[in-house]
């Protein structure tokens, strides 16, 4: 039975939002990786790059997925006017943003390829439409593009999820646990992906026990530290097993150190629910609500920029020391600056979403008026 969520449980989850999109951020300057299978043959850089990057940061998009099921189900009744609303819905809040920044990606990446003096006329009109439409440049939004196929297919979801003794779920999982990827690609991009499919299921299946997620942040704090240090030994595990770990459309992975990584990944989105839980706050409350404006930008072509311009001046092993935080705080004060002085911009490019909607969310007072906002995708994640 569906419970009203309380204030503590909205606030957790702009505070998972901002620290997951944090860790996208990372995701996409990490600059050093191991590359063997032999330990001894990386370096303590690659090790704790890998570390961040190949294993805390891997909860983002499970919990991004998580969110966008959760909220979608939350007010689905099942009907066609339900689902045609919540259709249109989406429109203005993942497929604008999607087009908007796509288009503008797409289009920078001609204009640097004619300024390189590289030939562009091989592509065709239909494969720039391809690739602003299917796979843009900013990699990031292949995760928009999921959604997308998730909202169109929720009908479908809501069914299987809904089979009996769960048994629709427990075959979604299996697929996630395995690795196995049924979708088709299409423009170098899975129709879907297993592990958004799986979250944004478990997302659907979680508002029948709403209740839970509650009772897993009130955990004493020696509980929610126990789950962190189990979920940092099984990222060391996995990664003392097999360093050079990679699934991302290869399979550089033993069965093992697979099953370690998906182990590491449910026990990282609980303590990452758990940890937020303890870390609420307005200021992080509100911060939250520039997170998918700094998804949106925070790639390419920016990426493609500052390495040009750090490139000269570091070795390419650091980058991700000094471009990491650097951008993820940049973007952040963008957004935040955006907010303050064009907020009605900021709004309309993110589909509503800004740190005056994210107070809103949450039950807080704002002082300027806000837009609609809608709260299954507060933010998004790539890799």
């Not at 191991?34 to 961040?52: M, R």
């Not at 001609?110 to 391809?130: F, H, P, Q, W, Y």
């Not at 750090?310 to 020391?321: A, Y």
């Not at 807080?364 to 609609?372: F, T």
């Amino acid at each position: 039975m569906r419970t009203e969520l309380s204030a503590e449980t909205k606030q957790t989850y702009q505070v998972v939002a901002l620290l997951a999109t944090v860790f996208v951020v990372a995701i996409h300057y990490q600059s050093a990786a191991p590359i063997s299978a032999s330990l001894e043959a990386a370096s303590t850089n690659q090790l704790v790059q890998e570390f961040l990057i190949g294993g805390v940061a891997r909860f983002a998009v499970p919990m991004f997925a998580f969110a966008a099921g959760f909220f979608y189900f939350r007010s689905d009744d099942g009907s066609l006017g339900c689902y045609l609303r919540k259709i249109r819905q989406r429109c203005r809040s993942v497929l604008l943003p999607y087009l908007v920044f796509g288009g503008f990606a797409t289009a920078i990446w001609l204009v640097s390829r004619l300024a390189d003096g590289k030939s562009i006329g091989e592509m065709s009109t239909l494969n720039l439409l391809a690739t602003w439409l299917l796979r843009p440049p900013a990699e990031q939004l292949w995760f928009l593009r999921d959604l997308m196929v998730l909202i169109i297919a929720a009908p479908v979801i809501r069914q299987i999820v809904r089979l009996p003794s769960s048994a629709g779920l427990w075959g979604v999982g299996l697929l996630w646990l395995s690795h196995y990827q049924p979708f088709p690609l299409v423009h170098g991009w899975y129709l879907l992906h297993t592990e958004t499919l799986f979250f944004f299921c478990v997302g659907c299946e979680a508002n029948q026990h709403s209740e839970a997620l509650d009772r897993l942040g009130r955990l004493s704090t020696p509980t929610v530290l126990g789950f962190v240090i189990v979920w940092i030994d099984l990222i060391i595990a996995r990664i003392m097993l097999r360093p050079d770990f990679d699934c991302w459309y290869t399979t550089d992975y033993s069965v093992e150190s697979l099953l370690l990584h998906k182990a590491s990944i449910l026990c990282g989105c609980f303590s990452i629910w758990m940890v937020a839980w303890k870390l609420r706050h307005p200021a992080l409350v509100r911060l939250s609500g520039a997170a998918f404006f700094v998804y949106l930008i925070h790639e390419f072509p920016l990426r493609a920029v500052l390495e040009r311009i750090i490139g000269t001046m570091l070795d390419k092993g650091v980058w991700f020391w000094v471009l990491a935080p650097g951008v993820t705080a940049g973007c952040f004060a963008a957004a935040m600056l955006m907010n303050r002085f064009t907020p009605r911009v900021i709004a309309l490019v993110t589909g509503g979403r800004t740190p005056d909607s994210a107070i809103k969310l949450t039950g807080a007072e704002v002082r300027r008026p806000v837009y609609s906002v809608d709260p299954s995708s507060s933010a998004a994640t790539t890799r």
